[in-house]
């Protein structure tokens, strides 16, 4: 066999690919130790390896070890959240992101590059392993396509999470920007290596556009089996919208958003988190359950969490957003959705202290219904753009509250559009995306101050008119404003090497 000397992410994707084998990260051991006509030799091993995929993106990879929720667990929302700012970091834990002080060697963001790309590796792997089940006649063309379905809206999902995390916006020069490297080989040998290492990061526009063709095929051959914890065909829809926002594509925002007949807003904004499998808005989350979760500095409760309930009190709400004059006293989504100590204010959203069983929400029809808000009122149609956000808006507010008019909103429908995001997905990490997109848009300045890190010890801030010491702004201008390749990335893979992000 062939001596590989690198320990990169391709090596090491190489690792615990398959449900029915896994190493260190490092090892250099191929995947074919269980050969792919064993892996995948029965239907229920078949299905064994859909459902790792999920729990490789559920539980992630950090240092050596699973259970820390990257690429898609509590660690990526949280990550979002530390970014935008509207979430507070109280501790040492996620202080690097809060503060903008990432370099290439910083920990959480190699773990994203890394998890990410094993999980893409994982993803590439089961497509191959599901051509040969094909063949051999182990599963139907049915489950084939289903099964292909879901892997391409995960591939899908996993790139656009890179691009967004490590390169700029789709608004800022989409065909001269680079992108991420759009990975489709499936490194099952060490004799593929080389071939991988050969992908490039490409441009902004050749990731949006392959991350487009994998989801108009998952749209196309899947299904709306599991819904909201496997990716359906309207999970596909459903993503299609954001990334159509991103690019600016209104009309796709709309054809998009105008296919999803089967999902309507919850009744109130705490339905989705109540009985997150038992509503009509939730369209995809990760589960979670007490045999397997994210660990107690993965789980969502334990970060978010109300040290007074078991929580472990890491990452609160910022005093900030806490005293917007656009979020009403009132609304049920401070009244019932946070829960106070103390110190401050925390998520009520996730509950699970002891079972760590609250399923990361990633795909939810309220924020369809808002990107498409977006997209009419860009089209210059703010009527129906003001009606879609007051439907968001009115479950949350008792009754007798007016509903949002053109004169409510001084500074406009489309502001009235983000500031309604930044309450609904407080605690889901969505806002720095839009933070991402709006900044190469021009029409925001970059990541915006935020209450200074572990400088709120009292719940007396948050009171209006406290005085709030503000500090880790990032203008867009600044080489901070995405992430760097992993030094490990970059120290053993010379074309990478050669397309570091600038400053860096």
Same mark, same amino acid.
């Given at each position: 066999?062939?001596?590989?000397?690198?320990?990169?992410?391709? /090596?090491?994707?190489? @690792?615990?690919?398959?449900?029915?084998?896994?190493?260190?990260?490092?090892?250099?051991?191929?995947?074919?130790?269980?050969?792919?006509?064993?892996?995948?030799?029965?239907?229920?091993?078949?299905?064994?390896?859909?459902?790792?995929?999920?729990?490789?993106?559920?539980?992630?990879?950090?240092?050596?070890?699973?259970?820390?929720?990257?690429?898609?667990?509590?660690?990526?929302?949280?990550?979002?959240?530390?970014? @935008?700012?509207?979430?507070?970091?109280?501790? &040492?834990?996620?202080?690097?992101?809060? #503060?903008?002080?990432?370099?290439?060697?910083?920990?959480?963001?190699?773990?994203?590059? #890394?998890?990410?790309?094993?999980?893409?590796?994982?993803?590439? *792997?089961?497509?191959? !392993?599901?051509? /040969?089940?094909?063949?051999?006649?182990?599963?139907?063309?049915?489950?084939?396509?289903?099964?292909?379905?879901?892997?391409?809206?995960?591939?899908?999902?996993?790139?656009?999470?890179?691009?967004?995390?490590?390169?700029?916006?789709?608004?800022?020069?989409?065909?001269?920007?680079?992108?991420?490297?759009?990975?489709?080989?499936?490194?099952?040998?060490?004799?593929?290596?080389?071939?991988?290492?050969?992908?490039?990061?490409?441009?902004?526009?050749?990731?949006? /556009?392959?991350?487009?063709?994998?989801?108009?095929?998952?749209?196309?051959?899947?299904?709306?089996?599991?819904?909201?914890?496997?990716?359906?065909?309207?999970?596909?829809?459903?993503?299609?919208?954001?990334?159509?926002?991103?690019?600016?594509?209104?009309?796709?925002?709309?054809?998009?958003?105008?296919?999803?007949?089967?999902?309507?807003?919850?009744?109130?904004?705490?339905?989705?988190?109540?009985?997150?499998?038992?509503?009509?808005?939730?369209?995809?989350?990760?589960?979670?359950?007490?045999?397997?979760?994210?660990?107690?500095?993965?789980?969502?409760?334990?970060?978010?969490?109300?040290?007074?309930? !078991?929580?472990?009190?890491?990452?609160?709400?910022?005093? &900030?957003?806490?005293?917007?004059?656009?979020?009403?006293?009132?609304?049920?989504?401070?009244?019932?959705?946070?829960? @106070?100590?103390?110190? !401050?204010?925390?998520?009520?959203?996730?509950?699970?202290?002891?079972?760590?069983?609250?399923?990361?929400?990633?795909?939810?029809?309220?924020?369809?219904?808002?990107?498409?808000?977006?997209?009419?009122?860009?089209?210059?149609?703010?009527?129906?753009?003001?009606?879609? &956000?007051?439907? *968001?808006?009115?479950?949350?507010?008792?009754?007798?509250?007016?509903?949002?008019?053109?004169?409510?909103?001084?500074?406009?429908? #489309?502001?009235?559009?983000?500031?309604?995001?930044?309450?609904?997905?407080?605690?889901?990490?969505?806002?720095?995306?839009?933070?991402?997109?709006? @900044?190469?848009?021009?029409?925001?300045?970059?990541?915006?101050?935020?209450?200074?890190?572990?400088?709120?010890?009292?719940?007396?801030?948050?009171?209006?008119?406290?005085?709030?010491?503000?500090?880790?702004?990032?203008?867009?201008?600044?080489? &901070?404003?995405?992430?760097?390749?992993?030094?490990?990335?970059? *120290?053993?893979?010379?074309?990478?090497?050669?397309?570091?992000?600038?400053?860096?």
């Amino acid at each position: 066999m062939k001596i590989i000397k690198q320990r990169n992410i391709l /090596t090491a994707a190489i @690792s615990a690919l398959l449900l029915f084998g896994s190493c260190d990260v490092t090892d250099q051991s191929p995947v074919t130790l269980v050969p792919e006509e064993e892996a995948f030799a029965d239907a229920g091993k078949v299905l064994g390896n859909i459902l790792g995929v999920y729990d490789a993106a559920q539980r992630g990879f950090y240092l050596g070890a699973p259970d820390r929720g990257y690429p898609f667990g509590a660690a990526s929302i949280q990550q979002g959240d530390m970014r @935008s700012g509207d979430m507070y970091n109280d501790q &040492l834990f996620y202080e690097i992101t809060y #503060i903008g002080g990432w370099t290439p060697s910083t920990a959480n963001q190699e773990g994203m590059w #890394i998890g990410t790309y094993r999980l893409i590796n994982r993803i590439n *792997v089961v497509l191959e !392993g599901l051509q /040969t089940a094909l063949a051999n006649g182990v599963i139907d063309q049915e489950e084939h396509d289903s099964y292909r379905a879901e892997m391409l809206f995960l591939r899908a999902f996993s790139h656009w999470q890179l691009v967004t995390d490590f390169a700029r916006p789709y608004a800022d020069n989409p065909s001269g920007n680079l992108g991420v490297p759009y990975r489709d080989i499936p490194i099952s040998n060490t004799e593929r290596l080389d071939q991988a290492a050969d992908v490039g990061r490409g441009t902004v526009e050749e990731v949006y /556009t392959r991350i487009l063709q994998d989801l108009d095929e998952a749209e196309q051959l899947g299904t709306e089996a599991g819904i909201p914890f496997r990716a359906s065909r309207s999970a596909a829809i459903a993503f299609k919208t954001r990334v159509k926002l991103h690019q600016l594509d209104w009309a796709g925002v709309l054809e998009e958003a105008a296919k999803l007949t089967n999902f309507e807003l919850a009744a109130t904004p705490m339905a989705p988190f109540d009985s997150p499998d038992g509503n009509p808005e939730s369209i995809f989350s990760l589960n979670n359950t007490a045999e397997s979760n994210p660990g107690v500095n993965g789980a969502l409760p334990a970060m978010y969490g109300n040290p007074a309930l !078991g929580g472990r009190g890491l990452v609160k709400i910022s005093p &900030l957003i806490w005293n917007e004059p656009f979020w009403l006293e009132e609304d049920l989504r401070r009244t019932e959705l946070t829960t @106070s100590s103390p110190d !401050g204010y925390y998520t009520g959203k996730y509950t699970g202290y002891i079972n760590r069983d609250d399923p990361a929400p990633l795909i939810r029809y309220a924020e369809v219904v808002l990107n498409t808000a977006e997209a009419h009122a860009r089209l210059g149609d703010e009527a129906t753009a003001l009606t879609l &956000l007051n439907s *968001v808006r009115d479950r949350s507010t008792p009754e007798g509250t007016p509903s949002y008019d053109a004169g409510a909103l001084p500074d406009g429908v #489309i502001q009235g559009i983000w500031n309604e995001k930044r309450v609904e997905f407080l605690a889901e990490g969505l806002w720095w995306y839009d933070i991402h997109r709006l @900044s190469g848009m021009g029409e925001l300045p970059g990541i915006p101050p935020k209450a200074a890190s572990r400088s709120i010890s009292s719940i007396e801030q948050y009171e209006p008119g406290a005085s709030i010491t503000l500090d880790h702004s990032v203008p867009y201008s600044s080489h &901070l404003f995405v992430w760097p390749i992993p030094l490990q990335e970059i *120290v053993n893979n010379p074309l990478l090497a050669g397309q570091q992000n600038p400053g860096y």
